[in-house]
């Protein structure tokens, strides 16, 4: 019964095939679960993947758990994990200075070696002022420790000059949450600057900065939808469920 | 019940069977015969020289270092071209395939030609005239595909000139450069195994031909660079759920029953800024994935610190139906276990009398054969961890037993109706299907391009 129940069904989208001209191969869920079957992940190159998400991303308790309870071994030294968290929560809250400081006892080398995250970071010092209307403070603050590097003649310090006339100006408006450079006072800037930095320190430490299982996830939407032009087959539409779907046309 | 419970089992026994010694000698057995292990199942033949028996006799002389061809005579009419193939078709199994010509001399008409034919090309055609044949063509730089006229397509080449043709397998296209300078590009619309060929066709005209043995004129590391570049732009370009991966993390620590650290998770989790949106959605999937965490955990710490005593009784407490059957694949793991937990701090003695007992009932069973006699033969080593059954030592067969128990508990879940969906996590289920996709995709383009291999991401 549910044999010939299922040959309907392929019949029924072999003529949807032929309809729409399409020279599509029709892959049934049973036939596709076998080609699944054949797939062979190993465990422990999974636990690899959860603990790079779980370093990564900064979860340092997790991580030294499951180091516990799977017996994985993380890829960088958990002590490294707090530091960085330190830096980035810093940045998070609004205490910049106190982040670069932290960045500094760290490694010197990631600020001195990366012009643009030590302006982003000086910026966010800078709307950080702002945001707690401390006026003659940010203004001299903007005046002796940023404008100095935007005099120089090429395009990063063009682009620098540019961000700090563009934050300076939200001293111009009454109503800083309606003005047209609002959006830096946004919590979204803050966390712009935090993952800035924390890839960075990332980097200097040898460390891939994004965790891997994202942009696999993104290969596999990529991969299935270049499959979608040559077959019919069942599909995962719901990543967080992972529930094979029928295959349709 | 005993069915459902089978499935688990014998899905973990095939699991074991991956490392056994059986699979480990099958492994070594296919290297060295080059047939079908991993590595060796990439590697291609490519074309290494011109082919001298297949080309058009009198109006072609290959020299000696069969790289090199000349038109000896007097071309009287169309149909004394002068063409050769090289002796191999192009490897299909990599992104690109690339070879070149240096036109020493574009004799007296300069109607030299570079392309690819299929393997049923007449010989005395230019590459382009005939179907299924593709020629960048030196005297009017058109490009042929298929017929006689010609399509603007390029510069004219001629003597001094180093002229290159490619296969883009993932792009689907070939592409012609000169003088290391991409010229343009054409669909590929052909199948089936395709052969470098050149054409000379006036008197005197003499081109050599690199198959890669020497350094390309064109940036082929480059080249092959950028297409990847492209193709990591689209990919990074999806978008996908920023919460995807926390709940993909957080449901296999469920499955696993990874409770400490899934605890600290959640924690963390929670004071992120911004703080992530977790399980809201598919509560009901939670509550039963966190089905009896705890005793899935304690299960596990027992079994990956060899107590497989302690963990038998926690069993037949808490899940009485698992270890019923004494026969059952789920027992027999656990039984195998405890053997090699003995030999492991070696207690050999009391190894010989549990296995003499608890093994005989599983010796008949021809499937589980194998894996009972890898088993016994620990015994036959003084170092058993450095013997061809040492893998029973390591820690990935306890983690065998203990992911076994591990989906069997959950399986007893009166919501499950079908066991199998306790045999893989969210994340496992997730890279089956990746892997499953490239490897379908590749196989429906005729095998062309570059093999996947999650392992290399990972």
Known sequence: MSCCFLDLFAVQLLLECLIKGSSKKIITKEEWEKKLNDVKIRKEDMNKLVMNF????????????????????????????????????????????????????????????????????QQQRLIELIRNGKVAEALEFAQEELAPRGEENDILQQSFLEELERTVSLLAFEDVNNCPVAELLDISQRLKTASEVNAAILTSQSHEKDPKLPSLLKMLIWAQNQLDEKAAYPRINDISTATLEDPGV | MAQENDVIGLHFLEL??????????????????????????????????????????????????????????????????????????APLKRLVYYFEIFVKNAGAKGQIAIGFTASGFKMRRQPGWEANSYGYHGDDGLLYRGHGKGETFGPTYTTGDTVGCGINYSAQEFFFTKNGKVVGTVAKDVKGPLFPTVAVHSQNEEVTVNFGKDPFVFDLKAFEAEERRKQQMTIDKISISQNASYEIIRSYLQYYGYEETLKQFDMASRSTVPPIALGQENGSSDTEITYAMNHRKTLRQLIRSGEIDDAFDKLRMWYPQIVQDNKSAMCFLLHCQKFIELVRIGKLEEAVVFGRTEFEKFYRLTEVDDLVKDCAALLAYEQPLKSSVGYLLEDSQREIVADAVNSMILSTNPNIADARVCLHSCLERLLRQLTACFLEKRSLNGDQGEAFYLGRLL
């Open chain 1, 54 to 121: 779980l370093v990564t991303e900064g979860y340092v308790d997790a991580a030294e758990k499951f180091r516990k309870e799977s017996g994985t071994e993380p890829d960088i030294d958990l002590a490294t994990i707090t530091d960085r968290m330190a830096v980035k929560k810093a940045v998070q809250c609004g205490n910049v200075e106190d982040a670069i400081e932290k960045v500094n006892d760290l490694n010197p080398e990631i600020l001195d070696t990366n012009p643009q995250l030590f302006f982003h970071l």
């Open chain 2, 16 to 89: 074991w069977r991956f490392n056994s010694k059986a699979a480990a000698a099958a492994a070594t057995a296919t290297t060295s015969t080059s047939s079908s292990s991993k590595e060796d199942a990439e590697f291609e033949e490519e074309p290494t020289e011109l082919d001298t028996f297949n080309s058009s006799g009198m109006f072609s002389v290959v020299l000696s270092d069969k790289l090199s061809v000349q038109y000896p005579t007097v071309n009287l009419h169309g149909h004394d071209v002068g063409v050769v193939q090289a002796n191999k078709p």
